[in-house]
């Protein structure tokens, strides 16, 4: 490595072309920069119009994963209550995942909280349960 001359650079501004001075390595200024960024930079991707699965009507979908009408604005009073109602069903069915019981003894078998309920309450019993099955 030598000695860095800035004199002799041939480097230009990536977006302007202009020649570069002294330590900079893309862009003569920080507009450049900025400008430069904003060209580069992806485009938004354009907003999609699906159509609600509980009421019918179609509506903008502001994200990908977005499945029923806006709650706030823009859905029908029987689509709110479609959504209310739905919304219970995933809460009774969480409650019902707390409180399941032991396949062979009945004891509650508890839930982490995520994914399916446990089927068993102790290894003993799963096991158990594994012979009186294959017992038959």
Avoid at 24 to 53: D, L, N
Wanted: with cysteine.
């Amino acid at each position: 490595m030598g000695y860095y001359d800035s004199n002799n650079r041939t480097d230009e501004c990536q977006h302007c072309g202009e020649l570069l001075t002294g330590r900079q390595e893309r862009y003569c200024s920080a507009a450049c920069r900025q400008a430069g960024f904003r060209v580069s930079r992806k485009p938004r991707t354009p907003r999609v119009w699906k159509t609600c699965p509980l009421c019918g009507e179609p509506f903008e979908a502001t994200t990908p994963r977005k499945k029923f009408c806006d709650y706030q604005g823009e859905a029908e009073r029987h689509c709110q209550e479609a959504q209310d109602d739905l919304e219970e069903a995933e809460w009774i069915a969480a409650e019902e995942r707390k409180e399941a019981v032991c396949v062979h003894c009945g004891k509650p078998a508890g839930w982490s909280g995520r994914g399916r309920p446990r089927r068993f309450c102790s290894n003993r019993c799963k096991t158990a349960e594994h012979r009186k099955r294959k017992a038959v």
